[in-house]
C-alpha cells in the first residue's frame, strides 16, 4: 500500500523510465505501474493467499449444549442430581405415645391417692374452692397460714395457689403447692358471696380493695368447728334404747 501511494506521486515520466528499468525492483512494479494490470494483479495475489489460508486451516470445533448457564451451575446441577434421597424415619410420636399423661396420672394417684386435693381446685365441682375465698394452708413444719385465694397455677403435680394474708398490718403473698407432702391440710374458711368475674385477683393488693387480716373470719371458723365437734361427740356417746 506505501508502494503504491509512492507511485501515485511520480509523473508519467518517471513511471515509464522505472518500468524501463531490468533491475529486480522495476520488475515487480511493472505489474502495479500498468492501471489494468495493476488491480488485476492484486486481486489474483489475494486470491492465492486466501486459497493458502484455506488449505492451511483446521476445521473449528463447535461446542454444543445450553449457553445460557455457567460451567459451575452445570457443576453444580450434575452434583446435586447424583444425590440419592432415603425415605424419611417414622417419627417416635407415631410409633410411641406420649408418656407425660400416664405419668401425671401415676403421680398424682401417689401424691393425692382420695383424690380431695383434685376434688378441692376442680374446675368441674361446685363446691371446689373459688378465687376471692379464705384458705388456710396447713404445713408441718409451720403454723397455720391463712389468707384470700387471689390465684391458682395449674401444672400438674407442681399446682400451687397464692394466698395474701397480713400480718403485723403488713401484707403477706405465699405460694402453696397443693399436692406437696409438707402440706397436711387445706381448708376453706369463707366463700366469696359472688363469684369473682377475673382468674386473679391481683387487684386486691391495692389499699383499696385489699381484704386486710382474715384472723376474725378464722376465729369464727374454728370456734364453728369446735361446736360442731362438741355436738357430735354428745349425740355419739348417748345410748340408743333398743
Known amino acids: 500500500m506505501e508502494l503504491r501511494r509512492i507511485l501515485e ?4 515520466a518517471q513511471r515509464r523510465t522505472l518500468a524501463q528499468l531490468n533491475t529486480p525492483a522495476a520488475m515487480s512494479f511493472a505489474p502495479i505501474i500498468r492501471p489494468t494490470g495493476c488491480l488485476k494483479f492484486v486481486f489474483r495475489q489475494a486470491r492465492q493467499q486466501r486459497a493458502v489460508q484455506r488449505s ?3 476445521a473449528a470445533t ?3 449444549g445450553n449457553k445460557s448457564i455457567s460451567e459451575r451451575q452445570r457443576a453444580s446441577h ?3 442430581g447424583k444425590f440419592e434421597i432415603y425415605p424419611q424415619i417414622p417419627s417416635i410420636r407415631s410409633t410411641h405415645p406420649d408418656p407425660m399423661p400416664i405419668l401425671r396420672q401415676q403421680q398424682l394417684a401417689q401424691l393425692d391417692p382420695t383424690g380431695i386435693r383434685t376434688r378441692l381446685f376442680s374446675k368441674d365441682h361446685a363446691d371446689s374452692a373459688k378465687v376471692g ?3 388456710m394452708v396447713t404445713t408441718q413444719g409451720g403454723e397455720p397460714f391463712s389468707g384470700a385465694f387471689i ?3 395449674r401444672r400438674g403435680v407442681d399446682t400451687a395457689i397464692l394466698l395474701r394474708g397480713q400480718m403485723m398490718k403488713t401484707g403477706v403473698e405465699m405460694w402453696f403447692k397443693i399436692y406437696s407432702p409438707s402440706v397436711t391440710g387445706i381448708d376453706i374458711i369463707w366463700r366469696r358471696p359472688k363469684r369473682a368475674r377475673r382468674a386473679r385477683l391481683t387487684y386486691m393488693r391495692q389499699p383499696k380493695h385489699d381484704m386486710g ?3 376474725s373470719l378464722v376465729s369464727a371458723w374454728k370456734k364453728e368447728r369446735y361446736a360442731l365437734r362438741s355436738k357430735s361427740k354428745q349425740t355419739g356417746g ?3 334404747p333398743a
Open 9 to 12: 506521486f511520480l509523473s508519467s
Open 78 to 80: 450434575e452434583k446435586v
Open 56 to 58: 492451511l486451516a483446521t
Open 238 to 240: 348417748k345410748k340408743v
Open 133 to 135: 375465698d379464705v384458705l
Open 62 to 64: 463447535t461446542q454444543t
Open 213 to 215: 387480716s382474715v384472723d
Open 151 to 153: 390465684q391458682i397455677r
